[in-house]
């Protein structure tokens, strides 16, 4: 009888659960439909420029082969899905840089220039991206220096104190702890 009783309340905490979870279970070990693709570690492989260009030109055919199965229909759906990301990480931008303006409690000046320059550097590296001439190396080259130049003329526009904050948030960041 008490094997039963375990057994039925199992189940109802089981059910519970799921239905909070809105009828899926995720799976910690990736396994099942609600499972996210973990993305293959090929830097750890150290390929050279050329297998890397080869990738990526694998990478091009394998898109352009997907694009022609779809339809039109699909392929605008597509292209709506990707319109709605960009607006959404450009509103996660903006919230980014209005909690970088309250913590570092920057000036008006400031934030309008942080704002533009993230914006300029968003447009550029949308420019190297779209770049097929470029190899994937010479991308990836040209994304890395934007980046380092981006951070800093990010940080040449903060005060000392302000740049200890900004290095601080950062190092919280990275361990895991809370922004």
């Known amino acids: 009888m008490k094997k039963i009783f375990t057994t039925a309340m199992l189940g109802f905490c089981l059910h519970m659960a799921m239905a909070q979870e809105g009828g899926k279970m ?24 050329d297998q890397q260009n080869k990738m990526a030109e694998l990478r091009k055919e394998q898109q352009a082969k997907m694009m022609a199965i779809l339809t039109p229909e699909q ?51 949308e420019v190297i991206r779209a770049n097929d001439a470029l190899a994937a190396a010479e991308q990836r080259r040209q994304l890395k220096a934007l980046v380092e130049a981006h951070k800093s003329d990010m940080k040449a526009m903060l005060n000392p104190d302000q740049q200890s904050i900004l290095d601080e948030m950062k190092s919280r960041r990275n361990k895991g702890q809370s922004r």
């Open 75 to 125: 392929r605008k759906q597509l292209g709506e899905q990707k319109a709605g990301r960009k607006l959404e990480n450009e509103k996660r931008s903006a919230e980014r840089m209005e909690k970088m303006k309250e913590k570092l409690n920057l000036s008006a000046d400031q934030s309008t220039k942080m704002t533009q320059l993230d914006k300029d550097f968003r447009q550029k590296a």
């Open 26 to 49: 995720r799976l910690q070990d990736g396994v099942g439909p609600d499972r996210h693709r973990q993305p293959m570690d090929f830097k750890a492989l150290h390929l050279t420029e």
